[in-house]
């Protein structure tokens, strides 16, 4: 499985996630106005233009996701925000306010 950086980057806005460039480009993730700690980052680098299994799966980590699959879902979109912090409510890493 792989997924292009452009992608990643254009879809995680709509998911919840703030972006902040700094050596990298960090996304972190907000819930109703606060980051609850889930991040993930993209690199500036030429080889790193399309995202393979090995990287996915460090994102999998961050984003606190199950399986490479849903990573893949999140950023092509059948994984709405709305869902993604359902995944992290039933995971008790947020909470409704």
Do not use: A, W
Request: charge should be positive.
């Amino acid at each position: 499985m792989q997924i292009e950086r452009r992608i990643i980057e254009s879809n995680l806005p709509s998911k919840g996630f703030i972006r902040d460039d700094t050596h990298h480009r960090y996304f972190y993730h907000e819930y109703q106005g606060q980051r609850t700690g889930t991040y993930t980052y993209t690199s500036h680098g030429s080889k790193y233009k399309i995202y393979r299994e090995n990287l996915l799966g460090m994102m999998k980590r961050q984003l606190r996701l199950n399986t490479i699959r849903q990573v893949i879902d999140l950023f092509k979109c059948p994984i709405t925000g709305d869902d993604y912090n359902q995944i992290l409510k039933d995971k008790g890493l947020i909470k409704s306010k």
